[in-house]
């Protein structure tokens, strides 16, 4: 019998994200053609798909980001913690094919970063800013993709360098908390899919806004709607607050 939907390639295929994925890819409209993870054939693979989506590792991210390229077909990355030379890479790719690389593909989130621009700007600097993330005992990068894009939204809306200004974690005697700086902390353990809280502390009000993930299927939802939206799109990096139209 021939399959049905738009053929997909998911890299990544046995890991959490990738078995939410493969679970939920038909019943979004997608023919799931290849299923690839450590050990496939990864070239044969993209070969068979009209768009791929890549939630594997740091390491593969950039070269399914060149074999997409070119091939030119769409890819949606949810790959985080790559390095500088990975984003080139993702970036390079972005100039040949529609490329949604995003953090975090759940509608909550990108309505917290939404949320979050907005909340820095009406409070100003009279407000400290921190940001907590909690994710299970496995993950392997630290912050989060998801803090690292909350901390560059609220730099942006401060006016500061997140490589400068960020502070990660505080021991020992760091001395007082100062204007310029955001804290960033990540906590670890059990089976927490993803919890993000921003902190908003003045002298005498406290404002927290928090963001809870409980399913993968979230993030799985997201990712194959980015999916289907970059097929037709002009070659361009791309988020999934393109995605949602919750630009400008
Ligand atoms: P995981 O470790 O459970 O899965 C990763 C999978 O990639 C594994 O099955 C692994 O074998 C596979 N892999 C490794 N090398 C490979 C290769 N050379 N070719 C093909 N497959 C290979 O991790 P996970 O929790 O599923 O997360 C995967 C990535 O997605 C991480 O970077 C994570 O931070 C990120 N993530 C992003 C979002 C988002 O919304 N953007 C949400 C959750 C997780």
């Known amino acids: 019998m021939a399959v049905s939907g738009t053929p997909l390639a998911i890299v990544g295929a046995r890991g959490r994200m990738g078995r939410a ?53 769409p890819l949606v990355v949810g790959t985080t913690g790559l390095d500088e030379q990975g984003r080139a890479a993702i970036g390079a790719a972005a100039k040949r094919i529609p490329v949604v690389f995003a953090p975090n593909f759940s509608v909550g989130v990108n309505t917290l970063f939404w949320l979050v621009r907005k ?16 994710h299970h005992n496995q993950k392997k990068d630290a912050p989060s993709g998801t803090a690292a894009r909350l901390a560059e939204i609220l730099c942006e809306a401060r006016g500061l360098d997140p490589a400068r200004d960020v502070r990660h974690g505080r021991e020992g005697l760091v001395g007082a908390r100062t204007r310029g700086e955001i804290g960033m ?38 990712a194959l709607r980015a999916a289907r939206w970059a097929i037709g799109q002009r070659p361009g990096l791309y988020s999934m607050e393109d995605v949602l139209g919750l630009r400008g």
Request: net charge negative.
């Open 21 to 73: 994925l493969c679970a939920l890819a038909a019943e979004n409209g997608f023919a799931l053609v290849a299923a690839i993870d450590q050990g496939d054939d990864l070239e044969g693979g993209l070969a068979a798909c009209e768009v791929a989506i890549d939630f594997s590792a740091r390491e593969v991210a950039p070269r399914v980001a060149g074999l997409m390229a070119q091939a030119g077909k």
């Open 119 to 134: 909340a820095a700007s009406v409070l100003g600097e009279g407000f400290d800013i921190e940001i907590v993330e909690m």
């Open 185 to 222: 902390h990540a906590v670890r353990g059990g089976d927490v899919v993803g919890d993000h809280t921003v902190h908003f502390a003045s002298a005498g009000e406290r404002l927290e806004v928090t963001h809870r993930a409980s399913t993968r299927e979230t993030f799985a939802h997201g």
